[in-house]
């Protein structure tokens, strides 16, 4: 199933930006952790509005961030007026995070946050904020961890904003990446246990450009060693089902480094790579 909403909760967009822009206005300045995905895009787009130049968005580069993503994230930031930087991140050198267990989220926040506290103290602002919203409270990211140990703002959480929310306001202000599909970072496509390297990374990062290519949207390339499953969203797979396209996904997919390709039935689905956790490491999702 798609995560792209087009329609919203069913709340006045306009008390919910309000909402947001006055939890944004009492930061003061802050830098906004920023991947070019929906909700970061959408934030930083609104603390550049409402801060102004006490505002700035900063991406964190590094191997688990597609270069699609990062090349579309400064074109957005560019193309709005958002004051956009770039810092390097060393989260694959930590090794809690390359043995890619239940946990590797927190790890990467953990690093994340750590430069962006580094930076926020180098140019004297008040505050680090992420693109949290309501909805991801509700799901296992273990990042939230990290997020609360270093007092990091979640602006549109605290407003009360979902994500089908978020979608809407992005949407009636004429934002063009209001109907962009998610995107996590590289890691999460990578099974748990399996190590994260740069090399894994790459595998599933050009195997995922050249499904675009294709002209899939909604879909995930997750990594299991030899075997590539491929997730698509229900909306998309009609249109994949057909022998001479499954052929071109083959051969994109086996371009990559990986020996067979496997369409997962089931779809296109968030965290998929949760499903084979314990129930005792899912009920830790936010803690």
Known sequence: MSEVATTNTGADPGAGQARLDECIRRLGSVIIAYSGGIDSAYLAWSASRVLGEKAVAIIADSASLPRSHYRDAIAFAEGQGIAVRTVKTAELEREAYAVNDANRCFHCKDELFDTLEKEREAIGFDAVAYGLNLDDRKDFRPGQRAAVAHRIAAPLAEAGLTKADVRALAREAGLEIWDKPASACLSSRIEYGRRVTPENLKMVEDA???????????????????????????????????????????VEVKAAGFQYVAIDCDGYRSGSMNEILPVEVLLRAGA
Not at 209 to 228: K, M, P, Q, S, T
């Open 208 to 250: 995922e450009e050249g499904l675009r290519l294709l002209g899939l949207r909604n879909f995930r390339v997750r990594h299991h060693g030899a075997v590539a499953r491929i997730e698509i969203a229900e909306s998309e797979m009609a249109s994949v089902l057909d022998p001479a396209k499954m052929r071109q996904i083959s």
